[in-house]
Structure formats: structure tokens, C-alpha cells
């Protein structure tokens, strides 16, 4: 695999490795995943020792889940459509 720096030089770039068909290098591929929610917020609340507390539903609010795959060399990855 590439190797880089602290400031994002590349130390060292393999030419790749011999399998049984032909030659291949290692590509590194990262993958971000983030959830936003609507209306995010936080309750929270003081309770007598004598009350019970009820749970509440999760997922009651809209969400949008964003998610990418990461290359150093290309940065994110996308096809030719826009």
C-alpha cells in the first residue's frame, strides 16, 4: 500500500505484487457514515425518587443518513454521473 508523511507526501508507493493472472497493488478505501436527525434535541428532566421514569421511541423524527468511501489517491469515490 501507499505510505505518506505527517504532511500528506508520499513516502512510498509500491508498483504492486505478483498473483497467479497478472499484478496487483492495494488500494486503501475508507468508509464515513453520519446520521443527522431532524429537530435533534435533548430532554432531559428532574424526577422525585418515587416516580418511575417511562422510556421513550426512538426514530420518531426524520433522519438522513450520509455516507461516502474515501481514497487518499482520488479522494471520494463517484461515477461519471453527476
Known amino acids: 500500500m501507499v505510505t505518506y508523511d505527517w504532511d500528506g507526501a508520499v513516502n512510498m508507493k509500491p508498483e504492486g505484487f505478483y498473483v497467479p493472472g497478472g499484478c496487483f497493488q492495494?488500494?486503501?478505501i475508507?468508509?464515513?457514515e453520519s446520521m443527522f436527525y431532524s429537530n435533534?434535541?435533548?430532554k432531559s428532566k428532574w424526577m422525585h425518587t418515587?416516580?418511575?421514569p417511562t422510556p421513550?421511541?426512538?426514530g420518531d423524527r426524520v433522519s438522513l443518513m450520509v455516507s461516502d468511501?474515501?481514497?487518499p489517491e482520488w479522494g471520494w469515490l463517484q461515477d461519471n454521473k453527476e
Open 50 to 52: 418515587s416516580e418511575n
Open 40 to 42: 435533534d434535541w435533548h
Open 26 to 28: 492495494l488500494i486503501l
Open 69 to 71: 468511501f474515501l481514497v
Open 56 to 58: 421513550e421511541h426512538k
Open 30 to 32: 475508507t468508509h464515513d
